[in-house]
């Protein structure tokens, strides 16, 4: 997981610039940063500027921007295409000739050495960082009960499953709808930053990771907002899988009211038992069916990447939707270049449990571009 993207909606406090036109670009002081240890952002933002005192009140403007953090881990040991970086040409040609020198197959049509090669590879390279996955797996399954019970209460019967939702996923025949994966998302999320940093614990590494998306997070509302403005009433986090991303969006927000929304009535059981205090959705993120402009941020933590390119389109859209006058909409996701250069079996492990990682889906996903057509404004890297 590498790049992360933000959105906010028309502001309500005063502003002390004037209104951005359709088209301008603004940079504020906490515009692009890059930091050591993570992968990369983008950030859009939905609001609305007035003019000083004097002047007449301008239209709402919908803004974009692009946040950091960005840097290199192992993502780069691999052998680096043999092309000079620089034109637009030349990364095309080493995507292509990245995406050539690997031929992924999808998950339902491995062996089943091939599939627990590439689960093995997963569990065992967690465990020797530290990361206790079978315990963790164990302690899981020992509140089953609470499970079922979680479940219960939190899962939409009606809810219709898109078809790529019912696909294998993750190295898991059944995808996100079985308990399986459900029972292993606390130590899959502990292991998602082992590339990023080199000579940390797994703690030290999350910690980095996460405390630069809500540094960049809380730096664009008070950028947007001012520094003297409350901060955010009603957060969603969209995709919140096993709730621990919501969680952190909490401590980037403590006085806000924080939702998560996900597909999977079992992963939200799990986020319900983890984090008994935050609120939990079972709702489809392309049509949620929640009242629009009702949220001040909404959050897609590593959500893009998963989605074929139109649900992705979908989900932005909806996104924007959901977002109140004032409200910064949050993307953290992944680096399509960065995911060409792993090392071919790391990237092939990656890849076969990833469907939607792939020409014409998200490798086709323009962000900047996307938030653009939806209004958002004043994108940048």
Same mark, same amino acid.
């Given at each position: 997981?590498?790049?992360?993207?933000?959105?906010?909606?028309?502001?309500?406090?005063?502003?002390?610039?004037?209104?951005?036109?359709?088209?301008?670009?603004?940079?504020?002081?906490?515009?692009?940063?890059?930091?050591?240890?993570?992968?990369?952002?983008?950030?859009?933002?939905?609001?609305?500027?007035?003019?000083?005192?004097?002047?007449?009140?301008?239209?709402?403007?919908?803004?974009?921007?692009?946040?950091?953090?960005?840097?290199?881990?192992?993502?780069?040991?691999?052998?680096?295409?043999?092309?000079?970086?620089?034109?637009?040409?030349?990364?095309?040609?080493? =995507?292509?000739?990245?995406?050539?020198?690997?031929?992924?197959?999808?998950?339902?049509?491995?062996?089943?050495?091939?599939?627990?090669?590439?689960?093995?590879?997963?569990?065992?390279?967690?465990?020797?960082?530290?990361?206790?996955?079978?315990?963790?797996?164990?302690?899981?399954?020992?509140?089953?009960?609470?499970?079922?019970?979680?479940?219960?209460?939190?899962?939409?019967?009606?809810?219709?499953?898109?078809?790529?939702?019912?696909?294998?996923?993750?190295?898991?025949?059944?995808?996100?709808?079985?308990?399986?994966?459900?029972?292993?998302?606390?130590?899959?999320?502990?292991?998602?930053?082992?590339?990023?940093?080199?000579? =940390?614990?797994?703690?030290?590494?999350?910690?980095?990771?996460?405390?630069?998306?809500?540094?960049?997070?809380?730096?664009?509302?008070? #950028?947007?907002?001012?520094?003297?403005?409350?901060?955010?009433?009603?957060?969603?986090?969209?995709?919140?899988?096993?709730?621990?991303?919501?969680?952190?969006?909490?401590?980037?927000?403590?006085?806000?009211?924080?939702?998560?929304?996900?597909?999977?009535?079992?992963?939200?059981?799990?986020?319900?038992?983890?984090?008994?205090?935050?609120?939990?959705?079972?709702?489809?993120?392309?049509?949620?069916?929640?009242?629009?402009?009702?949220?001040?941020?909404?959050?897609?933590?590593?959500?893009?990447?998963?989605?074929?390119? #139109?649900?992705?389109?979908?989900?932005?859209?909806?996104?924007?939707?959901?977002?109140?006058?004032?409200?910064?909409?949050?993307?953290?996701?992944?680096?399509?270049?960065?995911?060409?250069?792993?090392?071919?079996?790391?990237?092939?492990?990656?890849?076969?449990?990833?469907?939607?990682?792939?020409?014409?889906?998200?490798?086709?996903?323009?962000?900047?571009?996307?938030?653009?057509?939806?209004?958002?404004?004043?994108?940048?890297?």
């Amino acid at each position: 997981p590498l790049p992360q993207q933000a959105a906010i909606a028309p502001s309500v406090p005063k502003q002390k610039e004037v209104a951005a036109s359709p088209h301008s670009s603004q940079k504020g002081p906490h515009g692009p940063r890059v930091l050591p240890a993570a992968i990369g952002a983008l950030a859009g933002v939905r609001m609305m500027r007035r003019f000083r005192k004097a002047r007449v009140q301008q239209p709402r403007m919908r803004p974009v921007v692009r946040l950091g953090p960005s840097a290199a881990t192992e993502l780069l040991e691999s052998k680096r295409a043999e092309v000079t970086p620089g034109s637009p040409v030349e990364q095309s040609d080493a =995507m292509d000739k990245a995406r050539k020198q690997l031929d992924v197959k999808p998950w339902e049509f491995l062996s089943g050495m091939a599939k627990d090669a590439a689960r093995i590879w997963f569990v065992q390279r967690a465990e020797d960082r530290g990361i206790p996955w079978r315990f963790s797996v164990e302690r899981m399954q020992a509140q089953q009960k609470e499970l079922d019970e979680r479940f219960s209460e939190l899962c939409n019967p009606s809810l219709q499953y898109p078809e790529y939702y019912t696909k294998p996923f993750h190295g898991y025949d059944e995808g996100n709808l079985s308990w399986k994966p459900a029972h292993e998302l606390e130590a899959a999320t502990q292991s998602m930053c082992l590339g990023y940093y080199d000579g =940390m614990t797994w703690q030290e590494a999350q910690e980095v990771f996460r405390g630069a998306a809500r540094e960049a997070l809380a730096a664009r509302w008070q #950028e947007t907002h001012g520094a003297e403005a409350h901060g955010p009433r009603r957060l969603l986090d969209v995709g919140c899988s096993g709730g621990f991303s919501t969680q952190e969006m909490a401590r980037t927000f403590p006085d806000a009211e924080v939702t998560g929304l996900d597909l999977s009535p079992y992963f939200l059981a799990v986020a319900k038992q983890k984090f008994p205090d935050l609120n939990f959705v079972h709702a489809n993120a392309e049509d949620t069916g929640l009242p629009a402009g009702s949220f001040d941020v909404v959050t897609l933590n590593f959500l893009l990447h998963e989605l074929p390119l #139109e649900a992705s389109q979908n989900v932005l859209r909806e996104a924007y939707r959901l977002l109140a006058p004032g409200g910064v909409l949050a993307v953290l996701d992944v680096e399509p270049q960065q995911l060409l250069e792993l090392p071919p079996f790391r990237r092939w492990a990656f890849q076969v449990t990833e469907p939607w990682c792939k020409d014409g889906e998200y490798y086709a996903l323009n962000l900047a571009e996307e938030l653009k057509k939806l209004g958002f404004q004043d994108a940048e890297e």
